[in-house]
């Protein structure tokens, strides 16, 4: 069972949780991560959804992401979502999201690291990821267009590949 912390639309926490599947108020929000690893070569690393998972089975995703738990920090969760779907440790403490997407119900965290990866190390979540693999923009978004990747925008794609290397919007 997992629980949530609720927030208001400001970002505050607002003192309630409330179990996945709840229902929510139209003033109550909830947090989500989504990490995106680039390797050297300017590819990221994609996960394939499993058949079995509730929501977008079989498709491929970005690197990992998931619903931030109750008492977990934006960094807290990357961490531990990074660390259960693909058995990667990494540091977020000192990191920010490189932006936040706020969607009807809540605000979605992405973060954008460079780190080298060797796939055979991967631990794959048996309950959520199938196959992992890395890939370049245009594969993505030739699996957009095929219907095996989550619909993402296709200007969303491009903005995670050509924003890895800095915050914010500007090319500076």
């Known amino acids: 069972m997992e629980i949530w912390d609720l927030y208001d639309k400001h970002r505050n926490k607002i003192g309630k949780q409330i179990t996945r599947g709840a229902e929510m108020t139209s003033e109550e929000f909830h947090l989500v991560v989504h990490v995106c690893i680039f390797n050297s070569n300017g ?11 509730h929501g977008w089975s079989n498709l491929w995703d970005v690197t990992c992401g998931g619903s931030a738990v109750a008492g977990d ?3 807290q969760a990357a961490s531990r979502e990074l660390s259960e779907e693909l058995g990667v440790h990494y540091n977020f403490e000192k990191i920010r999201p490189h932006f936040t997407i706020n969607f009807e119900r809540g605000f979605d965290d992405f973060y954008l ?4 990866l060797d796939l ?4 794959l979540q048996a309950e959520e990821v199938q196959a992992a693999k890395w890939a370049s923009k245009e594969e993505i978004l ?4 095929d219907k095996k990747f989550i ?3 296709e200007s969303m794609i491009a903005f995670l590949f050509e924003g890895r290397h800095h915050y914010g919007s500007i090319r500076i």
């Open 43 to 53: 590819e990221m690393l994609i996960q394939q959804r499993q058949p079995f998972k």
């Open 73 to 75: 920090t934006s960094q």
């Open 142 to 145: 030739k699996l957009i267009e």
């Open 120 to 123: 055979d190390e991967l631990e």
């Open 151 to 153: 619909p993402y925008y």
């Open 113 to 116: 690291i460079e780190y080298d």
